[in-house]
């Protein structure tokens, strides 16, 4: 059947963290000639780094150094062999004194920690275990872990630390597999917060299936005896915990750690254990420092060290209570997160934190919602009290600056991070009282001649369209039948409108434009629990529907303001109608109303395409031929519509009976149920009934002559200047034997000509079929905003 064309996460992350460059708040060029840990030169400003994760100060020790030249020299810059066939002596000597770091149990060095987890898991894991990602666990865990599912492990997600959902899954499956595995961080990397090892340890009593695995990459060097993290320090490892950790970060130098207890693991991933034995093994320069590092950790001075670290950990957590910011961190960390709320003034935030000359990182969406992002900065040896006293009374400045700049509240901003403000009172900037926002909540509170000037010719949505699709979402016994609507108008002092559109609020479906594999493993959880992945939504438009739903006075000095207006009141509505998620939809590229969306927070998206033809007038099919410039198209339209028309009857009804009705509904079913490219809840059953009773609504039927048999139906929406083919339903038994579908795309365009209309508007998906008839295929984007990320994930890691 027609293919959509849809994005993926990876697109949307690509919108984001591009957008944050072009912002100069990522990937941010340095250009320090050297680097002493203490400053970064950016724009040829010396900036205080408080940013990177060397937390102990380790790459710029002494020993570190000159240990890596040492073993440059002795073994050249690299070894380029396998493991498999040679493990150098200096390799040998890093995993022996690594060991001894973690009391004599068993270590393998990496080049990274994602190596580390492509092999380990690789290895360990078998078809009939479960594993159990928390939903904040590292991606370098979660990669690995998809390709599991190749070889049939089963992989589920738990919200973030939530171990009472953890615990309900272990029940839930634990007669299913032989192995459950959890996998956590030792330390977030965002939000710098901790598991709770006393809940993992009991539940690991309570459940002898129950494994943990672990990545403690930032818990390395700071925590612990002989720096061995803040997991090996709680709970150790054992023959059912792995744990994973890093020779970066703290620990000074490059590579990845793998710690076993159970002798047969360790041979299992020792012998093969994915890319550590067919790619390359750690160079002699950094085994060189890691050498070094190892034999620091094993003295008295990763006390020190990390005492010291401590007391600037302890000073660091004074200063941000004292300055009353919203520090979500766990205070036995030394990874720290203020939290900002929106993009814009996360954005605002971090340029002036930047200005200052302190150089911290940004927090934004995917790794947090997109609503509640934030500054993200780390403590190491490097810096310094002052430093601190400096950091800390910038931002408790500037936040509160960032927040009015951007016309937000402050108490609701620390709302959102679950802290009490206790500052002086903000008032936030009032949007210009020249514009006024008027709200409806049927479409027979607003003025017919005026809504249909201003949206009869973009869709199926004119005054009495509304009407229709308004009955139509209405008193339905099943939740996802039913739906809010919102009208909102936005007028200048002379009640010129700047801004027209409406919302629907209802039960719609996470993974509605999801890839369509994805789709389908969804829909059969949904077989038992219905409302799986659905989210109650705020959603421009409505599902019966699409096109062009904002209208805006492009002329209107006050466009912006009246778009910071409607954005506003749309926030406050979901709050009203408990959403979880809002979406602006079936946007061109805007220069003004992009930017203030992205501002506020939404993730932009690509949509299906889009499909519109306009229509020139043709008087006989040479006509029509004549008009298509491509041989090839004008090819296959005689061939498989205009020579095939004569095995068919076709017929238009205004209106049709109960008989038919229900009929009709099947054959749209029938590709709705075949069909996940653009998954949503079926339309109510009565929908044909119900637009039966409006003038605008036509439908086209289509039988085979042989046999009078309605083979294909298209109930299509008449305005004025154009022509809306809304729903196609098919016998898919014999479309392809018949090319029924190319069939009833060939009557859309007969009959749009028929009534002499400028436009046909041919809806998503068939891309190719549209584009012979000269259709002008058009990209659309939504907006979007969650108020968490868990579903999203759990749909990202459904994509294998």
């Known amino acids: 059947m027609a293919k959509i064309n849809h994005s993926n996460y990876l697109d949307i992350v690509d919108t984001v963290w591009t957008s944050a460059k072009e912002k100069g708040i990522m990937h941010i060029n340095s250009e320090e000639k050297n680097f002493d840990g203490k400053n970064f030169k950016i724009k040829g400003k010396e900036l205080l780094n408080f940013g990177t994760c060397g937390y102990l100060a380790l790459e710029k020790h002494p020993d570190l150094i000159s240990n890596s030249i040492e073993l440059t020299k002795k073994f050249g810059t690299q070894l380029s062999m396998s493991r498999a066939y040679i493990r150098p002596t200096y390799i040998q000597e890093l995993e022996e004194l690594m060991s001894q770091i973690f009391d004599g149990n ?73 192995r459950i595995w959890y996998m956590a961080d030792g330390v977030y990397s965002m939000h710098g917060d901790l ?73 299992r991933v020792d012998i093969f254990g994915g890319p550590l034995s067919y790619s390359h093994p750690l160079s002699p320069s950094n085994v060189g420092a890691a050498i070094a590092s190892a034999k620091i950790h094993l003295s008295n001075d990763i006390i020190i060290y990390q005492n010291e670290l401590r007391e600037l950990m302890d ?28 993009n814009k003034v996360t954005r605002n935030f971090v340029h002036r934190v930047l200005n200052e000359g302190i150089y911290v990182n940004t927090a934004t969406f995917p790794v947090v919602p997109n609503d509640k992002s934030g500054l993200r900065f780390t403590i190491t040896r490097h810096n310094t009290k002052k430093d601190i006293e400096l950091f800390t009374d910038l931002m408790a400045y500037h936040l509160p600056k960032a927040i009015e700049e951007e016309r937000e509240d402050i108490k609701e901003v620390y709302q959102i991070f679950n802290v009490e403000y206790k500052g002086e009172k903000i008032t936030p900037k009032k949007i210009d009282k ?84 994805i789709s389908k493993q969804i829909e059969e959880v949904r077989k038992v629990n219905p409302y799986y992945l659905c989210s109650r939504t705020l959603i421009m438009g409505n599902l019966f ?68 033809i306009s229509n020139k007038l043709w008087n006989n099919y040479d006509e029509l031929l004549n008009q298509i410039q491509s041989k090839k198209n004008r090819y296959h339209i005689r061939k498989h519509a205009i020579n095939l028309e004569s095995n068919f009857e076709v017929e238009y009804f205004d209106s049709i009976d109960l008989e038919k009705s229900k009929l009709y509904h099947k054959l749209f079913l029938n590709i709705k149920n075949n069909s996940y490219a653009y998954n949503f809840f079926a339309f109510p059953d009565k929908i044909t009934s119900i637009i039966s009773k409006y003038p605008e609504w036509e439908f086209i039927e289509l039988r085979l002559k042989a046999s009078n048999e309605i083979v294909g139906c298209v109930w299509s929406f008449k ?42 508007f041919c809806g998503l998906s068939a891309d190719f079929e549209k584009q012979k008839y000269k259709a002008n295929t058009i990209s659309k984007f939504a907006y979007s905003k969650f108020d968490d990320t868990f579903n999203l994930e759990i749909i990202e890691s459904l994509s294998i």
Request: charged share 25%; net charge negative.
């Open 106 to 178: 068993k270590v393998i060095c990496y080049t990274s920690t994602s190596n580390a987890h492509i092999s380990v898991i690789s290895t360990i894991i078998k078809p009939d275990d479960l594993i159990i990602l928390d939903q904040q666990v590292h991606f370098s865990v979660q990669f690995p872990c998809k390709n599991m599912k190749l070889q049939g492990t089963e992989v589920k997600m738990i919200r973030h630390s939530n171990f009472e959902m953890l615990e309900e899954m272990i029940k839930e499956n634990y007669n299913k597999y032989n």
């Open 195 to 267: 598991p709770d090892t006393t809940i993992l340890k009991s539940l690991s009593e309570k459940y002898p299936k129950l494994h943990l695995y672990f990545d403690d990459a930032h818990g390395m060097g700071w925590g612990g005896k002989n720096g061995a993290g803040y997991i090996y320090d709680r709970i150790g490892v054992n023959d059912r915990i792995v744990l994973i950790s890093t020779l970066a970060k703290g620990f000074g130098c490059v590579g990845g750690t793998a710690v076993f207890s159970d002798p047969e693991m360790y041979r």
């Open 315 to 342: 000073f660091m957590n004074l200063r941000l209570i004292e300055k009353n910011l919203p520090n979500i961190s766990s205070p036995d960390s030394p990874i720290y997160f203020i939290g900002s709320g929106l």
């Open 434 to 517: 020249k514009i006024v926002l008027e709200e409806y909540n049927t479409i027979s509170e607003i003025n017919k001649e005026e809504w249909n000037n201003l949206m009869a010719e973009r869709g199926n949505w004119s005054h009495s369209g509304m009407l229709c699709i308004e009955e139509l979402y209405k008193n339905n016994d099943k939740v996802e039948e039913t739906f809010d609507f919102h009208y909102f108008i936005i007028r200048d002092n002379e009640n010129n409108p700047i801004i027209a559109t409406h919302f629907t609020s209802g039960i719609i479906k996470d993974d509605m434009l999801a890839l369509e594999n």
């Open 545 to 612: 529907a699409e096109g062009d739903f904002l209208y805006t006075n492009s002329e209107s000095p006050l466009l912006k303001n009246a778009m910071e207006l409607l954005v506003k009141r749309i926030e406050e509505v979901k709050k009203e109608v408990n959403a979880k998620v809002i979406m602006f939809r079936d946007f061109n590229e805007d220069k003004v109303i992009n930017p203030i969306l992205e501002n506020h927070g939404y993730v932009k998206n690509q949509l299906p395409n889009t499909n519109i």
């Open 719 to 760: 305005e004025e200047n154009h022509y809306s083919p809304m729903v196609v339903g098919i016998n898919t038994d014999n479309n392809e034997k018949h090319h029924t579908y190319k069939q009833l795309v060939f009557q859309i365009i007969k009959r749009a000509n028929m009534l002499n209309k400028k436009r046909v």
